[in-house]
């Protein structure tokens, strides 16, 4: 049977000294091994496991659901957000009604470009929606996040450097395997038919796309929320209002 990764998460309810050890001796006599472990949010630690046979997982969930000092919580092949939550010791804020909405701080930049680097590693179209007010490092991140990826990032619209309207792109530029980032207000409110001919030849394309304020994006262009796989959004703190209103004008102005 192949080798395969699982991630292991239980609350504990009484934190005696040696629990973490008579875990661990379990995971070795079942030769199961721990590739990561982590606390996560208080109370509840996290493992990433590997193991070459599913049988001696489910056994290890049976077993230690007979011990009263835990709860174990999760035992599944590991998602994004859990792989992360053992790297960093918490778990990534997610709308509990539209499951593709992440939320994060302006303290959380590390999980954040963490997050995006793994997600750029991914192949094939993607399209992520980045919100969030001005200066509160949307751009840096999606920079950083490429270089996580070990992939080129190329700019179809920002704000970054002055403003960037492309009308053309070299054949490197247009290289799938690069992750393009567009400015979505730069690319609608104000963007010339050429430069909008370009944005839609990359919409079609098979790669990464990450579009700032995809609000806006939507509200001007025919594209809509069903082209996102994922929207982010990123605050300066947890109560901030992302407002539109308060720089779409200042956008238009500088144009």
């Given at each position: 049977?192949?080798?395969?990764?699982?991630?292991?998460?239980?609350?504990?309810h009484?934190?005696?000294?040696?629990?973490?050890?008579?875990?661990?001796?379990?995971?070795?006599?079942?030769?199961v091994?721990i590739?990561?472990?982590?606390g996560?949010?208080?109370?509840?630690?996290?493992?990433?496991?590997e193991s070459?046979d599913?049988?001696?997982?489910?056994?290890?969930?049976?077993m230690l659901g007979?011990?009263?000092?835990?709860?174990?919580?999760?035992?599944r092949?590991?998602k994004?957000?859990?792989?992360?939550?053992?790297?960093?010791g918490?778990y990534i804020?997610?709308?509990?009604?539209?499951?593709?909405?992440?939320r994060f701080?302006?303290?959380?930049?590390?999980l954040l470009?963490?997050?995006?680097?793994e997600?750029?590693?991914?192949?094939?179209?993607?399209?992520?929606?980045?919100?969030?007010?001005?200066r509160?490092?949307?751009?840096?991140?999606?920079?950083?996040?490429?270089?996580?990826?070990?992939k080129?990032?190329t700019?179809?619209?920002s704000?970054?450097?002055?403003?960037t309207?492309?009308s053309?792109?070299s054949e490197?530029?247009?290289?799938?395997?690069n992750?393009?980032?567009?400015?979505?207000i730069?690319?609608?409110?104000?963007s010339?038919e050429?430069?909008?001919?370009?944005?839609q030849?990359i919409?079609s394309m098979p790669?990464?796309?990450?579009?700032?304020?995809p609000?806006?994006?939507v509200?001007e262009?025919?594209?809509d929320?069903?082209?996102?796989?994922?929207?982010?959004?990123?605050?300066n703190n947890p109560?901030?209002e992302i407002i539109?209103?308060?720089f779409?004008?200042?956008?238009?102005?500088?144009?």
């Amino acid at each position: 049977m192949e080798t395969k990764q699982w991630y292991m998460e239980y609350k504990i309810h009484k934190n005696r000294p040696g629990l973490l050890g008579d875990i661990a001796s379990m995971l070795g006599m079942l030769e199961v091994n721990i590739l990561t472990i982590n606390g996560v949010e208080g109370k509840t630690r996290g493992m990433l496991l590997e193991s070459d046979d599913d049988e001696k997982i489910r056994l290890l969930g049976e077993m230690l659901g007979k011990v009263n000092s835990i709860t174990v919580s999760a035992l599944r092949q590991p998602k994004l957000v859990d792989i992360l939550a053992v790297r960093h010791g918490r778990y990534i804020d997610r709308d509990s009604d539209d499951r593709k909405t992440f939320r994060f701080t302006r303290d959380e930049l590390g999980l954040l470009v963490d997050f995006l680097g793994e997600v750029f590693k991914r192949e094939g179209n993607q399209v992520i929606g980045l919100r969030g007010m001005p200066r509160v490092g949307k751009t840096e991140s999606i920079i950083a996040g490429s270089v996580c990826a070990m992939k080129r990032w190329t700019f179809v619209s920002s704000t970054l450097l002055r403003q960037t309207i492309r009308s053309q792109m070299s054949e490197d530029e247009l290289n799938p395997n690069n992750v393009f980032i567009i400015d979505g207000i730069v690319s609608t409110i104000r963007s010339s038919e050429r430069h909008y001919n370009l944005l839609q030849d990359i919409m079609s394309m098979p790669s990464t796309k990450v579009i700032e304020h995809p609000d806006i994006f939507v509200q001007e262009s025919e594209f809509d929320y069903n082209h996102f796989d994922i929207i982010i959004e990123l605050r300066n703190n947890p109560n901030e209002e992302i407002i539109y209103d308060t720089f779409t004008a200042s956008y238009t102005d500088e144009l």
